[in-house]
């Protein structure tokens, strides 16, 4: 047994192109709370996988959402979306999603709201999950802030070693594919884990908690 996190928590996703990261991180999506206030999906990438979300709401970075429900943001990777990013500071109540992490470096405001968020989003009840392929060039508030970290395959060393200093002594090794170690940094508990649900299994739980929610801003 393990613990997920809860409303006000967050966690890191860690792990190199095709490991099952972005997977991995809409399994945990799909346990959120999103029938009782808004998640923000802020897809850099334009991933398929979350393009395969049909009942997500698409918004601009103008766009202001308020009512429970899931919102796929797409910046360009130079795009201002520290606005965006106030407004979920401001009101609270309202989860995050990044796909991919260390593209909010690319703009300094985009980069401060993010780290913002990260070191004073618990309380204002703003949970997160952060995905990143990179780990050595995101903040490390992404680590020093995270109440879960959840490791999939690690090609670069500088990467590895990022993650192995935010992990007990000797915590990762080299895994079946799309197999991932799971830390519960409350709990200081590691627990290795099998794949997670396929993509269509995933999407349609996605999909299937959405239907009763109004796709309305």
């Known amino acids: 047994m393990f613990r997920l996190p809860n409303s006000k928590q967050r966690i890191a996703l860690l792990g190199s192109t095709g490991s099952g990261k972005t ?24 991933d ?14 103008s766009e202001r959402p308020k009512r429970a429900g899931l919102y796929v943001l797409q910046p360009e990777p130079e795009e201002d979306i520290s606005g965006y990013l106030t407004h979920v500071w401001r009101g609270g109540s309202h989860g995050v999603f990044v796909d991919e992490g260390f593209v909010m470096s690319e703009v300094a405001a985009n980069e401060q709201r993010f780290k913002t968020l990260l070191t004073q989003g618990r309380s204002l009840r703003v949970p997160m999950i952060i995905c990143s392929q990179r780990p050595a060039w995101i903040t490390r508030f992404v680590f020093s802030e995270a109440d879960f970290v959840q490791m999939w395959r690690l090609n670069d060393m500088r990467d590895q070693k990022t993650v192995e200093s935010f992990l007990p002594r000797d915590a990762y090794k080299r895994m079946p594919d799309y197999h991932s170690l799971y830390y519960d940094v409350g709990k200081n508990k590691l627990t290795y884990l099998k794949p997670v649900p396929d993509e269509a299994t995933t999407l349609q739980k996605i999909d299937d908690r959405l239907k009763p929610i109004k796709k309305a801003v």
């Open 23 to 46: 997977l991995g991180g809409l399994w945990h999506l799909s346990q959120a709370n999103f029938d009782s206030m808004p998640w923000t999906i802020i897809d850099f990438k334009k």
């Open 48 to 61: 398929e996988h979350i393009e395969g979300i049909q009942r997500a709401h698409h918004v601009s970075s």
